[in-house]
């Protein structure tokens, strides 16, 4: 099996920056996509950045030029650099790896929570 561990959430105030990681461990030999996603309160879980092997990145709207995404292959994890964070920010932020061997699967992390005050 696969695990994914998220670290790094917290209160922060408006304007403020977070860095959250994901560590992917257990069964692995490749990850295709990896990427994290915010679950607002009352809300459904949206893309916020994905990253692929090849290092391919795509940023939801909200969060472009404001987040950066970035992995090591070598250590199968994941961060996201949150700065100039917004109220609308706060969330559950779910990490996600799409590991393509040794058996293809698509596996979460169980959140790490961000709070934004302003």
Same mark, same amino acid.
């Given at each position: 099996?696969?695990?994914?561990?998220? !670290? =790094?959430?917290?209160?922060?105030?408006?304007?403020?920056? +977070?860095? +959250?990681?994901? *560590?992917? !461990? =257990?069964?692995?030999?490749?990850?295709?996509?990896?990427?994290?996603?915010?679950?607002?309160? =009352?809300?459904e879980? &949206?893309?916020? *950045? @994905?990253? @692929? !092997? =090849?290092?391919?990145? #795509?940023?939801? /709207?909200?969060v472009? /030029?404001?987040?950066?995404?970035?992995?090591?292959?070598? $250590?199968? @994890?994941?961060?996201?650099?949150? #700065?100039?964070?917004?109220?609308?920010? @706060?969330? &559950?932020?779910?990490? /996600? *790896?799409?590991?393509? *061997?040794? +058996? +293809?699967? &698509?596996?979460?992390? $169980?959140? !790490?929570?961000?709070?934004?005050?302003?």
């Amino acid at each position: 099996q696969v695990q994914l561990v998220e !670290s =790094g959430g917290g209160l922060v105030q408006v304007g403020g920056s +977070l860095r +959250l990681s994901c *560590a992917a !461990s =257990g069964s692995i030999e490749s990850i295709n996509a990896m990427g994290w996603y915010r679950q607002a309160p =009352g809300k459904e879980r &949206d893309l916020v *950045a @994905t990253i @692929t !092997s =090849g290092g391919s990145i #795509n940023y939801a /709207d909200s969060v472009q /030029d404001r987040f950066t995404i970035f992995r090591d292959n070598a $250590k199968n @994890t994941v961060h996201l650099q949150m #700065n100039s964070l917004k109220p609308e920010d @706060t969330g &559950d932020y779910y990490c /996600d *790896a799409e590991v393509a *061997a040794p +058996l +293809l699967g &698509d596996f979460w992390g $169980k959140g !790490s929570l961000v709070t934004v005050s302003s």
